[in-house]
């Protein structure tokens, strides 16, 4: 990739949380970061006003990634704003906790729709339209690895990220475009602490050998590394970012 140009990140789901801190991550190291978001505009636009106070460059951009047209849209207004897309982060997705047992229709196709669906929508997209150089980079869980009790739904929509990110960088042979998928592991956001005790949280914490939650920040760096100049030889892998829970 030529770093001298004007770079270009999409980063899905970006108005808060890890989308946000990798949003503010990219934008700090060069890139133009276009944060997009499904119904948080006024997260979306404090987040790019925090980006723009720093010296950075952003804009918000509204889109459900479940929704083909909107995903399309997405990419046609950031080309028309920049002239193309060099970066893709799939950071979007929900997570909804049950037995299979327990899990209702609702609860299976709303995460395949954002998670799954969403995640291929995307794809599709930068396939097509990705300049040369470009990197993609898609969000797993380290609950692929892990496998708890009442993750069914959601880690199997992680496992299918990651398949489609190994196949996906086969099929990008020629054009100089990395994919690969960062995996975090518990991490301290809003969504992972809301409604969960305290002694849940630190026994989640102490898991890891390094006894301490992910901060949205550790996840930003995972993902700045492969979208720059260092990590130009990292093709097709999943690298779990946990602190060595699994």
């Given at each position: 990739m030529d770093m001298g140009k004007d770079r270009v990140a999409i980063v899905t789901g970006a108005s808060r949380g890890?989308?946000?801190?990798?949003?503010?991550?990219?934008?700090?190291d060069g890139f133009t970061a276009v944060v997009?978001?499904?119904?948080?505009a006024a997260e979306a636009e404090a987040l790019v006003a925090r980006i723009e106070a720093a010296g950075g460059k952003a804009i918000s951009a509204q889109a459900d990634v479940s929704d083909p047209v909107a995903v399309a849209r997405l990419f046609d207004a950031t080309q028309a704003a920049f002239g193309g897309v060099d970066v893709l982060v799939n950071n979007a997705g929900i997570m909804q906790l049950a037995t299979l047992?327990?899990?209702d229709d609702?609860?299976?196709?709303?995460?395949?729709?954002?998670?799954l669906k969403g995640v291929f929508n995307t794809?599709?997209?930068a396939a097509r339209r990705l300049r040369e150089g470009g990197r993609i980079i898609n969000l797993s869980s380290s609950v692929v690895g892990l496998?708890?009790?009442?993750?069914a739904v959601y880690a199997a929509t992680k496992a299918g990220v990651e398949a489609m990110t190994h196949i996906l960088t086969k099929e990008l042979r020629g054009r100089a475009i990395t994919v690969n998928a960062i995996a975090p592991g518990p991490t301290a956001t809003a969504l992972f602490l809301d409604g969960k005790p305290q002694a849940v949280i630190d026994t989640l914490?102490?898991?890891a050998p390094l006894e301490r939650l992910g901060q949205p920040e550790d996840i930003a760096s995972a993902v700045a590394f492969l979208a720059g100049p260092d990590g130009g030889w990292i093709n097709g892998q999943v690298l779990r970012a946990n602190g060595g829970i699994v």
């Open positions: 890890i989308g946000a801190a990798i949003a503010e991550r990219l934008a700090a997009n978001y499904a119904g948080n047992a327990d899990s609702a609860l299976f196709d709303t995460q395949v729709a954002i998670n794809l599709r997209e496998r708890p009790a009442s993750y914490a102490n898991a």
